[in-house]
């Protein structure tokens, strides 16, 4: 009797994208990477806050602005306790939005967190997938399935229609879209012999 093995995968940004700016100690245009601090200064009512940069070369310093003589009134209380913490959630988001700033695409650096939801099913034929994505990745769904599986993408879309690989309406055009915040998929094995294969990449990380 065949089972069905439950599995997790959490998608997990590996860095944060690049800004690259001209470095006045290297003399040339460098990236800059986010250092996840943030720099805030005080001018009565009022608020600036910059989220601090470093150069990938050199390390010399840049303070890239995030919002200058902001009313404090006009924050939430949230937002000024993350700050003032240098909350990791909320300086990658800042740090994730690169628009207008030399930036390459977020998101194209992932990884995946796997996780077996149910262990006792070596001998199953369908898998159960959940993909997570709270950290919002700007990843299409193709490309983290080829990692996931160790596939090429047209090998992804084979499988779709084959109907090998099943999630929600079956519509082929969601794999060209970001990856939700969750999503559950249906994955049919085959084989003994392409079990093993699958086995592999399924539980194995990163």
């Known amino acids: 009797m065949s089972s069905i093995l439950n599995m997790e995968w959490s998608v997990v940004r590996s860095q944060t994208p690049r ?13 800059f990477g986010s250092t996840g601090k943030f720099r805030l200064n005080a001018n009565g009512s009022q608020l600036d806050a910059w989220l601090i940069y470093r150069c990938d070369v ?5 303070n890239r602005a995030i919002f200058e003589r902001r009313a404090v009134s006009s924050l939430s209380a949230e937002l000024i306790e993350a ?35 149910a262990s006792d099913c070596a001998d199953a034929c369908t898998v159960a997938l959940t993909i997570l994505n709270s950290d919002h990745v700007q990843v299409r769904l193709d490309k983290v399935l ?27 055009k969601i794999l060209k879209r970001r990856v939700p915040d ?14 093993s294969v699958f086995w592999n990449y399924l539980v194995c990380t990163d």
């Not at 050199?58 to 840049?62: F, K, L």
């Not at 240098?86 to 800042?94: I, L, Q």
């Open 19 to 31: 800004i690259k700016r001209p470095c006045q100690r290297c003399g040339f245009v460098q990236p």
């Open 58 to 62: 050199c390390g010399s310093r840049w």
């Open 83 to 117: 700050l003032q913490r240098n909350d990791e959630g909320v300086a990658s988001t800042f740090a994730c939005n690169t628009k207008g700033r030399g930036g390459g695409k977020g998101g194209t650096d992932f990884s995946l967190k796997r996780r077996m939801v």
């Open 146 to 172: 080829a990692k996931g599986l160790g596939l090429s993408r047209n090998r992804v879309l084979l499988l779709v229609e084959q109907g090998s690989l099943r999630f929600p309406m079956n519509n082929v």
């Open 182 to 195: 969750k999503i559950c998929i249906e994955l049919f094995i085959g084989p003994a012999s392409d079990r």
